[in-house]
Nanobody
Framework: QVQVVEAGGGWVQPGGSLRRSCAAS????????RGWYRQAPGRDRELVAR???????YYADSGRGRFTISRDNAKNTVYLQMNRLKPEDTAVYYC???????????????WGKGTLVTVSS
């Protein structure tokens, strides 16, 4: 059994910063890609940022230059630092990890429950 638990988020004024974290626990052999997604009201869920098991990262245009994704392999954790936040960043943010429970096992998508980030004055 694998659990993915998020922390951080909440309300922030435009121009402010927030840091999200997401930790996986349980039957974990290996974690491949880790990412953050968001879903604004009335819109589809979209990828915000992703980090591979190596060193490569990807950022959607909406967050490039303002958001930074990082990971701590020893803690099975992924972080999202969000700076210079804008009202249009308001959304529910979800953590995603691709986790294998055993050697040569399949990687399965695990999702956090999501946390609302509100950017308003």
């Amino acid at each position: 059994q694998v659990q993915v638990v998020e922390a951080g988020g909440g309300w922030v004024q435009p121009g402010g910063s927030l840091r999200r974290s997401c930790a996986a626990s349980g039957s974990i052999f290996s974690i491949n890609a880790r990412g953050w997604y968001r879903q604004a009201p009335g819109r589809d869920r979209e990828l915000v940022a992703r980090i591979s098991s190596g060193v490569s990262t990807y950022y959607a245009d909406s967050g490039r230059g303002r958001f930074t994704i990082s990971r701590d392999n020893a803690k099975n954790t992924v972080y999202l630092q969000m700076n210079r936040l804008k009202p249009e960043d308001t959304a529910v943010y979800y953590c995603n990890m691709k986790i294998s429970a055993r050697l040569r096992g399949s990687f399965i998508d695990y999702w956090g429950k999501g946390t609302l980030v509100t950017v308003s004055s």
